[in-house]
């Protein structure tokens, strides 16, 4: 059983910077896919980002430029930097590991999921 907790979230101002990271149990971290996904009050989760075990990533166009994904297999750990937040990036952010070793923007390609940890951008 893969277990996944997140940290790095909180309170910013538009126009700041948060890194949130996601550090995983289990043997099979290097060889799957992660991802970032993040759900405001009110709407369904939604796809961020996702990093492939070799690197490869994959945005949501919403954040194509401002958010970049990676990860570090030797601890374990997929990082999410974002920058020039918005208002609208406000959301529980939520990592997730991937049955798959490619990159995929499905909720239902991810088995494992972290508790999730709160973004708050204030205007």
């Known amino acids: 059983q893969v277990q996944l907790v997140e940290s790095g979230g909180g309170l910013v101002q538009a126009g700041g910077s948060l890194r949130l990271s996601c550090t995983a149990s289990g043997r099979t971290f290097s060889s799957s896919a992660m991802g970032w996904f993040r759900q405001a009050p009110g709407k369904e989760r939604e796809f961020v980002a996702a990093?492939?075990?070799?690197?490869?990533?994959k945005y949501a166009d919403s954040v194509k430029g401002r958010f970049t994904i990676s990860r570090d297999n030797a601890k374990n750990t997929v990082y999410l930097q974002m920058n020039s937040l918005k208002p609208e990036d406000t959301a529980v952010y939520s990592c997730a590991g991937s049955v798959y070793r490619t990159t995929s923007s499905k909720v239902d390609d991810y088995k494992n999921w972290g508790q999730g940890t709160q973004v708050t951008v204030s205007s």
């Open positions: 990093i492939s075990g070799s690197g490869i990533s």
